[in-house]
């Protein structure tokens, strides 16, 4: 052994957390570190290694021979091997080279606290320290007020490989020419948060990063560590929010990254009936290990911290949950008490959602949680999982359904489009129109609205229409907004230049003046996720295919009445009911000529009429423009 001195960053609560699985910011100690030991300047490695008999740094610092630097492990029985060498820094590359006690194996595995990774396709770990200056904390200050249940919270869904590409190079835009056309265009766009998909490093593009080995690094790809950090200060700076994708559920089985990490089933389950994803083919955390849960969590914890993530949607909380997801009989053991949950799932998640909140209490946590299971999004001291919203995925599946049908048959159908309603504050749920709607063969949104060009668009303003007026959070992925025709492909940029036609660009400005009406709209978002903030004025007006209803804010002054409706027919001198006496007025309408609609709408102000009509004491008539929505402000 050569050049390896003794040297810990560990303290001996450190260790006891860590085993107990309580050590939430394990990236302060494990990973590589640039220290000075004695006058000499190097790197300090620490690596958990349990069923190991040696474990040496490789690199290009000694020719990758194995045992040229042997870490010592501790005399503690924590698994934790570590040691400072001198002259290794910023920008030596390195892996570790383990040998197991289990079988005379051998890994060499990519340090998985790294905070920078080789670009793919090559594999090793880069030591790399940063001194970024944020200049957001105006932005940290009123954080809280952008992420508060009742703001608005209207959210843009990219995958950075493929937002936008410069063709002459043939290559994605970088972290840095991100941080200037992106930021620009979401401002413009009126979202308030940006949700990346995950960013985190991954070894295989086609799995749009959902198949993680770096889960301290931002891929290399699109730049170096401090360059995301600059992009994320860039939104900041610009009021904007950033969301990522963070996949704490399943991990590939690449040679250099954590499965079968030291010989034995170190961060995965060892029984495949909980260790093995099979629709994913991929490996599954072992959430009963104290020691995995701390990385995880730390994990989490670590976006939040040091690269100011402003929330984290935490991916297929689903499989997470239920020990028989997508098993069938015999590939699953039921819990202690019979059941198909995972109780060390439902308190991973309880103790993780309880840790973001108690040091970030301004961010957001958000399930992809597609069944009924209980009480996602409320409180753990309620019996909650804690979590600060949850996908609505039913009423996506239902809406997207429902506008595929041509209006002839929507009268048979009402109960699909109104059925949302039914449980759309047993959570606090956002509406989303993700990346997954767009591919696989499912068309694009737009390619799914049925009738001519016109009525396509006419379709989907009314669509995205009823999503900013139906109670919930907003999420829409890239695309989107200006009619993508074509399903998403990663490998490619989005169709800017559909927006040279004028439907599209219709379509982006209609998405614009969403954002803004939604913004602008208190009763839109300020009880969004309570029952006081929505009454239905008639849901079952099947035979015309329209649907009302009054959206509610704190002060009463703010309603607003929505009116949908869902055929082509134009209705003339149509009736709804009013609740009080008093005047409405027009204040969106997405037949708008400026949004490509046919520009028939309501002009002058109306006055209530004492005439009872679905249940109310006061009515009015009104005209509705084909397949439209209109918005009117009670005053």
Known sequence: MANVKAYSLFTDFDVNLFKSGKHYRLYEKFGSHTVTVDGIEGTYFAVWAPSAKQVSVIGDFNFWSDGEHQLNVRWDASGIWEGFIPF?????????????????????????YARRCEHPPKTASVVWEDDYKWKDASWLKKRKKHNALDAPYSVYEVHIGS??????????????????????????????????MPIMEYPFDPSWGYQLTGYFAPTSRFGYPEEFKYLVDKLHQNDIGI????????????????????????????????????????????????????????????????YHADGLRVDAVASMLFLDYSRE?????????????????IEFLKELNQEVYASFPDVQTIAEESTAFPMVSKPVFLGGLGFGMKWMMGWMHDTLEYFGKDPIYRKYHQNDITFSLAYAFTENFMLPLSHDE???GKNSILGRMPGDEWQRFANLRLLYGYMF??????????????????????????????????????????????????????????????GEGFEWISFDDHENCVMSYIRKGYDQKDNVIVVCNLTPAVLENYKIGIPEKSKIKEIFNSDSKKFGGSGIGNPRQLTAKKQSWNGKDYSAEITLAPLSITVFQIK
């Open 438 to 440: 767009v591919v696989y």
């Open 163 to 196: 937002w936008r590409k410069k063709a002459e190079e043939d290559r994605s835009l970088s972290y840095f020419e991100l941080a200037d056309e992106l930021v620009d265009y979401v401002k413009d766009m009126g979202f308030t948060h940006v949700e990346f």
């Open 88 to 112: 290794v820094g910023k920008g030596n590359i390195y892996k570790y080279k383990i040998h197991s006690h289990h079988n005379g194996v051998i890994t060499e595995k990519a340090d998985p």
């Open 243 to 306: 969301i990522l994708d963070w996949v704490p559920s399943h991990f590939p089985e690449d040679a250099h990254g954590l499965g079968f990490f030291d010989g034995s089933h170190l961060y995965e389950h060892p029984d495949r009936r909980k260790g093995y994803h099979p629709d994913w083919k991929s490996l599954i955390f072992n959430y009963e290990r104290n020691e995995v849960r701390s990385f995880l969590i730390s994990n989490a914890v670590f976006w939040l911290d040091q």
């Open 329 to 345: 009989d015999g590939e699953w053991e039921p819990n202690i008490y019979g059941g198909r949950e995972n109780l060390a799932v």
């Open 469 to 530: 007026t139906h109670p919930g959070t907003k999420l829409l992925f890239m695309g989107g907004e200006f009619g993508q025709y074509n399903e998403w492909n990663f490998q490619e940029s989005l169709d800017w230049n559909l927006l040279e036609f004028e439907p599209h660009q219709n379509l982006k400005t209609y998405y614009k003046e969403l954002n803004n009406l939604y913004k602008t709209t208190p009763a839109l978002y300020e009880k969004g996720f309570s």
